[in-house]
């Protein structure tokens, strides 16, 4: 399903992102791993950033986190995303971090270190991406709770 007069490119995959990719269309989320010093790395990458190999495999993340930081956006608007656009920087258990959508979510509810998931969901031109939403058990009054702001 292609929307209808979304500017949003068409996803780019290289011999370096097609793993990625392919992962998250099976609602996998990979994440990139040096075989030599087993440094994980996201965004995929062609070499370790702390070896310099360009060996590689990839392992699975338990897709839970915690946000690190988010944005609200409310303009340039695209058919292809519900305003205000929620995006979120989540620390990934992995030890990695990800960029990504949150699903319709109310920014208040959100705080630094409140828990997230990663799902995935049908993007702009039918790909799959990921996306966030909070933890089940975990909205807005559980987040006042903890204490986290």
Do not use: K
């Not at 793993?19 to 990139?32: N, S």
């Not at 690190?68 to 929620?86: E, G």
């Not at 049908?122 to 909070?134: M, N, S």
């Amino acid at each position: 399903m292609t929307i209808p007069g979304t500017a949003v490119p068409h996803l780019v995959r290289t011999h370096d992102n097609v793993f990625w990719f392919d992962g998250a269309a099976e609602g996998r989320l990979l994440v990139q791993r040096c075989t030599d010093c087993e440094t994980l790395r996201h965004p995929p990458a062609p070499s370790c950033p702390r070896c310099r190999s360009f060996d590689w495999d990839s392992v699975e993340s338990s897709r839970q986190g915690t946000l690190h930081s988010w944005t609200v956006v409310h303009h340039p608007q695209d058919p292809a995303f519900t305003y205000p656009l929620l995006v979120g920087l989540v620390d990934l258990d992995t030890g990695t971090r990800l960029v990504a959508d949150f699903e319709p979510t109310d920014h208040d509810a959100l705080a630094v270190g409140c828990p997230v998931e990663v799902y995935f969901a049908e993007h702009a031109h039918g790909e799959v991406l990921p996306r966030l939403r909070l933890r089940p058990g975990h909205g807005e009054s559980d987040v006042t709770q903890q204490g986290v702001s």
